[in-house]
């Protein structure tokens, strides 16, 4: 249940099951946010690849009747949340899901039938062979936001891993959209009671930009 009228970004879905107080130094405490310099070279990774990926053909995210989406601006008022999309692939008229590069085989799309079916893509660059939980939950509210700008129920999203070439697939389902929505609350309660909670490890806290504000830690 929404306790504030506060906007959120899909961001700070993932920051939150990262750590739940990284919401709190953000939105409560205004703390400025700096980029660590591995997380600069990230991001310049990042265009690069998707700047790459506008030149290449469709075959690799699912054959040849489809289109690619970049940067997609995508919002809800009933959610009071935002986010900019990676990339949203439209598949129609008969187009396949790939099982090429996927994490695990394609459940596909049968040919021959009028589709259209919308699977949210985040561009990631780890040397990573999986993401987290934080990545998978990020993914499922883009989602979110996908099904009620588009009016069409999405079944998974992938994360595309820019250095191994690699699709991992992230199946939508009931629990990981309700958990999804209990952050949701949860975020706006930390905000309307100005929550201060204990991080989820400690092991996280050695690479959180935000370890300085967190004078508990030894």
Not at 135 to 155: H, K, N
Request: charged share 25%; hydrophobic share 35%; net charge positive.
């Amino acid at each position: 249940m929404r306790t504030c009228d506060a906007w959120f970004t899909v961001g700070d879905i993932k920051q939150y099951a990262y750590c739940p107080r990284i919401p709190y130094f953000r939105h409560v405490m205004r703390v400025p946010f700096h980029l660590s310099y591995s997380m600069q070279v990230g991001k310049q990774r990042h265009v690069q690849e998707e700047l790459l990926e506008r030149r290449r053909g469709f075959r690799k995210f699912g054959g040849g009747n489809g289109r690619k989406h970049f940067e997609v601006y995508l919002q809800s008022e009933r959610l009071r949340l935002t986010g900019k999309l990676d990339l949203l692939i439209e598949l129609h008229h008969g187009s396949t899901i790939p099982g090429e590069n996927a994490s695990r085989p394609s459940t596909g799309v049968k040919a021959g039938r009028d589709v259209r079916e919308w699977i949210p893509v985040e561009i990631k660059v780890s040397d990573r062979q999986t993401f987290g939980k934080n990545a998978a939950y990020q993914l499922v509210a883009y989602g979110l936001l996908v099904e009620e700008s588009y009016g069409a129920p999405v079944r998974e999203g992938w994360l595309y891993n820019a250095d191994t070439k690699r699709i991992q697939v992230v199946t939508f389902t009931a629990g990981a959209r309700q958990y999804v929505g209990r952050i949701l609350s949860r975020l706006h309660q930390i905000v309307a009671a100005e929550m201060f909670l204990p991080p989820w490890s400690r092991k996280r806290c050695v690479h959180c930009e935000f370890r300085g504000y967190c004078n508990d830690l030894s």
